[in-house]
């Protein structure tokens, strides 16, 4: 047990990075996946070719609602879950029950699989989403929660129900909020992403409203030392802000990728999506005090990375 690991959501950006990690520190990964079509299967795929064939990993091709994990939950030290239907944009209307399926079933089915079990940890990768649109910045774990969209609803709900499985049935629980993680292998619906690869391919990069909204960025490595770090925490705390310290405005992301890329930029200006927020900032005292978090990977030199790699990706294509 000491050393078996079980991750869900493994092709995907930070749970295939997660598990890059883990298997290089010598953990034996079994991890799932339901390859859903919310973007290419194939370059999910893709996420994982480095490790599909290494003796510590085993890919569980199944979706989690459908498949019996209790077997391997109960073996493992630590279960990493990562699995969810992404995207603010996309959770309203018909599409919501997929995301409740998603995010907040399979939580439940998770959770109920690690009754009885307390030596498994579970670390639930949660969002700033669940914040909402606030003025009371950096946003604190113990502030008012008041999502505006329903992606942000549905892992709220999953942070609940591992609150609620602590209390009841003493599982050891843990949840991670990450502020707009990027980096190497980010899906391709985030604003880095598009403006990454309009910029490389001399497309148009569309941004939402003014661009003078703010994120705290966090580099995806900066995200996977945080699940590392909230596997081995021994204290009382349950929930973590994990933020890479780099709020800055969209114009001001666009600044730095001119600086980076010598090709004339097509902007366009379009609608405030429904559900986006103003402004996000994490408080990661609690993190850097309990976790020992400190983020690595300053914003000029993540996007460096982030570049390169779609220079790579796109040209093996």
């Known amino acids: 047990m000491d050393n078996k690991v079980f991750v869900t959501?493994?092709?995907?950006?930070?749970?295939?990075?997660?598990?890059?990690r883990l298997v290089d520190d010598g953990y034996r990964v079994t991890a799932i996946d339901s390859f859903t079509d919310y973007y290419s299967p194939e370059r999910k795929h893709g996420n994982l070719r480095d490790i599909i064939s290494h003796k510590n990993f085993e890919l569980i091709e199944e979706d989690i609602n459908d498949y019996d994990i209790g077997e391997i939950i109960n073996g493992s030290r630590?279960?990493?879950?990562?699995?969810?239907?992404?995207?603010?944009?996309?959770?309203?209307?018909?599409?919501?029950?997929?995301?409740?399926?998603?995010?907040?079933?399979?939580?439940?089915?998770?959770?109920e699989a690690l009754k009885g079990n307390e030596r498994t940890r579970l670390v639930y990768s949660s969002s700033s989403s669940v914040y909402g649109q606030t003025d009371k910045l950096p946003m604190r774990e113990d502030q008012r929660l008041k999502p505006v969209s329903p992606y942000g609803v549905t892992k709220l709900s999953g942070e609940h129900?591992?609150?609620?499985?602590?209390?009841?049935?003493?599982?050891?629980?843990?949840s991670l909020r990450y502020f707009t993680v990027y980096g190497p292998r980010q899906r391709?619906?985030?604003?880095?992403?598009?403006?990454?690869?309009?910029?490389?391919?001399?497309?148009?990069?569309?941004?939402?409203?003014?661009?003078?909204?703010?994120?705290?960025f966090t580099f995806v490595s900066d995200a996977v030392e945080a699940n590392?770090?909230?596997?081995?925490?021994?204290?009382?705390?349950?929930i973590f802000n994990i933020g890479g310290g780099s709020r800055v405005s969209v114009l001001d992301v666009l600044?730095?990728?001119?600086?980076?890329?010598?090709?004339?930029?097509?902007?366009?200006f379009i609608d405030k999506a429904k559900g986006d927020v103003l402004d996000t900032w994490a408080d990661t005292s609690s993190a850097r005090k309990e976790l020992g978090f400190s983020p690595r990977i300053g914003l000029e030199e993540g996007i460096e990375r982030e570049i390169g790699w779609y220079r790579?990706?796109?040209n093996s294509k």
């Open 312 to 314: 790579n990706f796109l």
């Open 255 to 268: 600044e730095i990728l001119k600086s980076r890329i010598d090709e004339d930029f097509d902007i366009r």
């Open 78 to 111: 630590c279960v990493f879950h990562l699995a969810a239907q992404a995207g603010v944009r996309m959770s309203w209307g018909k599409e919501f029950s997929v995301y409740v399926d998603s995010n907040i079933l399979t939580t439940q089915k998770i959770l």
């Open 228 to 238: 590392m770090l909230a596997m081995e925490y021994d204290g009382e705390e349950t």
């Open 161 to 174: 129900l591992c609150e609620l499985y602590r209390i009841n049935f003493g599982i050891n629980t843990l």
């Open 188 to 216: 391709p619906d985030m604003a880095f992403s598009r403006f990454i690869v309009a910029a490389l391919t001399g497309g148009e990069i569309e941004i939402y409203g003014d661009g003078k909204q703010t994120r705290d």
């Open 9 to 20: 959501g493994a092709a995907g950006f930070i749970g295939s990075t997660l598990c890059k």
